[in-house]
């Protein structure tokens, strides 16, 4: 079980692979509907087929990962489930991208937003799980409710961060 649990670890390193892949085939399909960028048009099916690979991968090291525990609660349950999602979509987009050309056609916008929705939002629970539920808008002094109801009114600033400091030529 201990190398189950090594490997489990490379989660934290992969999972930046599909994520960087999905957001920049998203984005060069849809440059490459300008005329200008069309030859990117070629790319993308390759590129969709490493998004799901990559995706693919990630959720099993995440799922080895999650067995070494410690990642209870809905945090952890609402991480492991939008990933899985976002594996599941992207295959789903390389299957229609390759296979279903028309298919892919009329539904490209709506998977696009799909996709950029489960990217951040799989994120944003994977960073709450490795940073604490306060990371993100801890920063900017809000309250935050985390997944299990808990209440965080932000993390104070240290204090260099409060001083303004003024630079003169």
Do not use: C
């Not at 993308?44 to 070494?68: D, K, N, R």
């Amino acid at each position: 079980m201990d190398f189950v649990f090594f490997l489990g670890r490379f989660h934290v390193l992969v999972l930046h692979l599909p994520i960087g892949i999905i957001l920049v085939t998203i984005a060069l399909e849809f440059a490459a509907r300008n005329e200008r960028y069309a030859r990117f048009e070629s790319a993308a099916p390759l590129l969709w087929a490493t998004a799901a690979i990559t995706a693919i991968v990630t959720v099993i090291f995440g799922y080895m990962h999650y067995a070494e525990g410690g990642y209870e609660g809905n945090a952890g349950n609402l991480h492991r489930i939008l990933g899985t999602a976002l594996a599941v979509v992207t295959t789903i987009v390389w299957i229609l991208r390759t296979r279903s050309q028309a298919l892919y056609e009329k539904s490209r916008l709506a998977l696009a937003i799909v996709l950029i929705i489960l990217v951040f939002t799989t994120g944003h629970y994977g960073g709450s799980l490795t940073h604490g539920s306060s990371y993100l808008f801890g920063a900017v002094g809000g309250a935050m409710a985390d997944p299990d109801g808990n209440i965080y009114g932000g993390e104070p600033r240290p204090a260099q961060a409060q001083k303004h400091v003024r630079v003169r030529p």
